[in-house]
């Protein structure tokens, strides 16, 4: 298991601690959770995010978003839609749902202007934290959403392939806050999951017990 603080150093149940090498040759990762500004910059590139649009869509418009919520129809939704880049050229196309109740009115001109990611303004301006997320990983490509190949810049009749993130995030209470849809360029953007053996898992049970 690795060992809570330290990153590339891990403990075998009956073994002892060792340095994980692995873990030093690998840029980005699904564990733990880490904002794309900073998987970017592991990559070797430098980050910055583009506000696209900040609006107000009802719940009904946007059907998975809804049931991850777990609201009604007729809730209304922030949709949130913003460009990641990796040294100026276009890597992750990022679109975030949260109930309007979840950042207060009066705040919404100011999310529209700060090229921060969700999570990073909801941690400087409200009192929320997302403590754990629920990651679904799919294969997909640019003719999914129309205007991504203009982000992309790609050529007429294009087509690229996406790596699809779609992760709802939770709260400390396992409430459902955000939901977001990600489209990745893994030509730039590569994701690494370092796994342990199988026959450790009766000791990482034991331990959490």
């Keep these: 298991r690795q060992v809570k603080g330290l990153k590339n150093v891990y403990l075998s149940h ?5 340095v994980n090498l692995h873990g030093f040759a690998t840029k980005t990762t ?15 590139y430098t980050p910055s995010i583009q506000m696209l649009g900040v609006q107000r869509i009802l ?8 049931a991850q919520l777990g609201l009604s129809e007729g809730d209304e939704l922030l949709e949130v839609s913003k460009l ?7 890597c992750i196309y990022c679109i975030d749902y949260l109930h309007t109740s979840t950042i207060p009115a009066h705040m919404w001109d100011k999310l529209k202007t700060e090229n921060v990611s969700i999570f990073q303004f909801l941690n400087t301006y409200t009192s929320l934290q997302i403590v ?9 490509d640019s003719r999914e959403v129309a205007e991504i190949s203009g982000y992309l810049k790609l050529q007429k009749g294009e087509i690229k392939p996406l790596l699809v993130i779609d992760t709802t995030n939770y709260d400390a209470h396992n409430k459902p806050l955000i939901y977001s849809k990600s489209y990745v360029d893994t030509e730039m953007i590569q994701y690494t999951l370092m796994r342990n053996n199988f026959e450790d898992k009766e000791a990482l049970l034991n331990e959490d017990v």
């Design 84 to 90: 990641y880049q990796a040294s100026g050229r276009t």
């Design 14 to 18: 009956g073994s002892g601690t060792y």
């Design 30 to 44: 699904l564990y733990p959770q880490v904002y794309y500004g900073e998987l970017i910059q592991r990559s070797g």
């Design 132 to 140: 754990r997320d629920m990651v679904m990983l799919t294969a997909g």
């Design 59 to 66: 719940a009904s418009q946007a059907e998975t978003a809804r």
